[in-house]
C-alpha cells in the first residue's frame, strides 16, 4: 500500500513517520519542501532511505509529477502554515491542496482515501455557537479561510470520485519536533520569570499529542472511517494548567500576569491559538471520533509536555 504524506518534515509529518515505519504493509512516499530541509535539519536521519520527494506545495508541476510517479493509494495532507501574510498562508494552505487535487483530476490517478488534517479553526466565528462538526463555518482570518476552503474542495473532489475522506480537526497540536513559536514563546517567557495566563485562569485550551495524532490518523484508516471529526486529548487542561506544568518542568518560579482580553484580541491577530481562545468554544466534542473510531488521545500531559521541553532544549530552541 502506497501513502503519500504532504508536509513530511512537520510536526506530525515527524511522527507519522516514526509511527508508520512500523508497519510493513506501508510504503511511505514523503513530499517535503525546499525550506523545511534547511529549518529541519533532525529530518534527514528520519527520512534515510525512504521515497523523498522535495518541492514546494506550490508548484504545479511538481505535484502533478509527484502523483504521476507515485501513485499513492492514501493521501495524507499536512502541508499548512499557521502564521505569515495572508496570501502566502492561503497560497500554501489552500493553493496547495487546489494543486493536489488538480493533480490527481489531471493524471486520472485517484487514491482510495484522502485524508486533510484540518483544524477546529476552520470554523472560525461559528465557534462561538459551539464546536460540532455541523456547524456553519464563519472563518475570519486567512488561517481560518484556508483551512475551511481546504475542507470543502477535499469533500467535493472525494464525493465526485466516490472514494473516502477523512478531516481531522485537533486544536493545538505538540511534541517532540515541534518549531511553532507559540509554545518556544511561552517557555521562553516562564523562563524570564512571567507566567501569560489569556484572559481567565479558568479558560480552557485543547491540545493533541503529536504521537496521539499520528495514531489516530491510521485508527482511522484501517477503520474505515469517511468523514469529519473534532479530535483531542481526553482531558483538555486550562490554559493556567498547562502554565503551571511548564513551569514546573522548567523548575521556574515565575509571576502569573493575566492578559486582558483586548491585548489578546490584538495578538490574536498573528497568534491562532490565541484566536481559538478568544472565542470561547469551551470544551471541544469528540463524541463523533470517540463512536466511530473507538479511541481516545491518552498521553499524559505533563509526560507529553516533558518530551517536548527535553527536545526543545537538546535542539537549541529554548
Keep these: 500500500m502506497k501513502l503519500l504524506i504532504t508536509g513530511a518534515a512537520g510536526l506530525v509529518g515527524t511522527h507519522l513517520i516514526k509511527y508508520l515505519d512500523k508497519i510493513k504493509s506501508i510504503e511511505l512516499i514523503l513530499q ?9 535539519p533532525w529530518i534527514k536521519n ?34 499548512a502554515i499557521p502564521m505569515g501574510k495572508g496570501k502566502e498562508i492561503l497560497s500554501i494552505n489552500y ?8 493533480a490527481l483530476q489531471e ?15 476552520a470554523l472560525g466565528d461559528g465557534l462561538k455557537d459551539g464546536a460540532e462538526e455541523y456547524r456553519e463555518a464563519k472563518p475570519r482570518t486567512p488561517y481560518e479561510k484556508s483551512k475551511w476552503l481546504s475542507e470543502e474542495l477535499v469533500r467535493e473532489y472525494t464525493s465526485k470520485q466516490g472514494i473516502r475522506h477523512i478531516i481531522l480537526r485537533p486544536v493545538w497540536i505538540y511534541g517532540e519536533h515541534s518549531i511553532n513559536p507559540d509554545i518556544i514563546n511561552l517557555v521562553k517567557a516562564i523562563r524570564w520569570g512571567v507566567s501569560p495566563i489569556p484572559i481567565s485562569k479558568d479558560l480552557n485550551t485543547g491540545l493533541i499529542y503529536a504521537g496521539d495524532l499520528a ?23 486550562s490554559f493556567y494548567e498547562l502554565v503551571t506544568y ?10 502569573d500576569i493575566v492578559i486582558p482580553k483586548r491585548l489578546i484580541d490584538i495578538a490574536s491577530r498573528k497568534i491562532h491559538l490565541l484566536r481559538y481562545l478568544t472565542l470561547h468554544p469551551g470544551l471541544i466534542p469528540i463524541d463523533k471520533w470517540v463512536a466511530d473510531a473507538g479511541y481516545i488521545p491518552h498521553t499524559n500531559l505533563y ?16
Excluded: C, M
Design 32 to 40: 517535503i519542501s525546499p525550506r523545511s530541509i534547511d529549518k529541519r
Design 46 to 79: 528520519l527520512t534515510e532511505g525512504k521515497q523523498v520527494y522535495v518541492g514546494d506545495i506550490r508548484d504545479y508541476s511538481f505535484i502533478r509529477q509527484l502523483i504521476v510517479s507515485s501513485k499513492p493509494d492514501i493521501i495524507i495532507h499536512l502541508v
Design 95 to 102: 493553493g496547495g491542496t487546489q494543486n493536489i487535487v488538480g
Design 107 to 121: 493524471a486520472k490517478v485517484h487514491p482510495h482515501v484522502f485524508i486533510y488534517i484540518s483544524a477546529v479553526l
Design 215 to 237: 495514531k489516530a490518523i491510521h485508527i482511522a484508516i484501517i477503520k474505515g472511517l469517511n468523514g469529519t471529526y473534532n479530535i483531542r486529548d481526553r482531558a483538555p487542561p
Design 246 to 255: 511548564l513551569k514546573s518542568l522548567l523548575e521556574k518560579r515565575s509571576i
Design 303 to 318: 509526560q507529553g509536555l516533558s518530551r517536548t521541553i527535553n527536545w526543545l532544549h537538546n535542539n537549541g530552541l529554548i
